[in-house]
């Protein structure tokens, strides 16, 4: 099946152009979002289920997405409509592409900025230089342990579950710094198969975050309000902007930790954009008030 022919291109997607019949659509509808800092992927499907289930007034109209993105990511967020909720597990094998950016010098108990820092690193092995030197190591197929605050299981038992509960007893010990934290915990986790198909160093700055590369959020679109987002510019640690393009199951979180193990110190993501997703690409892709404006009725308040 030809999965680009389920969706129109984005200049047609973004008239808002949608027929209100749903049988229209016989193998379903796939629209591409940029999904906004600080939402969550359930968040982009909970909004574009309500509104398609009005539009083409149908009850249990099926809506979910292929693949999943974390909080604290944007970029492309496939969303599947119908009977396009089939195709989802076949999106999803499709390569990725991302734009990652990468602090060194401190971990945090979730790799990304969601958490504060647990533990600061020394730097002196972290350069532009040291890093180009390394990423080739990281090509190819290879094993790769998730983040412990992801979605994988262990013992019937979702891995971010187990440490939530590590997180919470760290926390009654140290307010500040979670320095009691078991990062060791990880290695209960099932190394996955995975694939680097490219690898490279787009930018390097060793004081810190440019200005341009800080994620924002859109202030037209209210946050998800349990969504934390840590500032640590004031630690001015050096920072790259990695590009990468890998196979399903890669964490870009856990690359961002080994990253950080290769160069003798610690690292952290600070921020990642999903540039590609199979043939859809982020400058292709409906921001939120684009991917409303299909439908014809209004949006609810959240």
Known sequence: MDIGALT??????????????????PEGIIIPVNKPFRWTSADVIRKLKWLSCRHFQKKNLKVG????????????????????TRLAE??????????????FGATTP???????????????????????EVLPEF?????QVAPLF?????????????????????????????????????????????TIH????VSFSPDGIPEEERPGQDPDLRPNPRINVEDTSSLHLPHALIRVSCSKGTYIRALARDLGEALDSGAHLDSLCRTRSGGFKVEDALTIDEAVSLFSVPSRQD
């Open 8 to 25: 129109a291109d984005r200049n047609f997607l973004a008239k808002g152009v949608l027929s209100g019949c749903i049988d229209d659509y």
């Open 65 to 84: 997405h292929a693949g999943t993105l974390d909080p604290l990511a944007t970029g492309v967020l496939l969303v599947c409509i119908g009977k396009a």
């Open 90 to 103: 076949t999106l999803q094998k499709e390569g990725k592409e991302y734009l990652a950016g990468i602090t």
């Open 110 to 132: 979730s790799y990304d900025l969601e958490k504060p820092v647990d533990r600061t690193w020394p730097i002196d092995k972290v350069s532009g230089a040291a890093l180009s």
């Open 139 to 143: 090509l190819g197929e290879q094993e």
């Open 150 to 194: 992801s979605a994988k299981s262990i013992d019937g038992v979702r891995a971010y579950e187990l440490a939530r509960l590590q997180y919470k007893k760290a926390g009654k010990e140290k307010t500040d710094v979670m320095e009691d934290f078991d990062h060791t915990q990880a290695e209960m986790l099932n190394k996955q198969r995975i």
């Open 198 to 201: 490219g690898i490279s160093l």
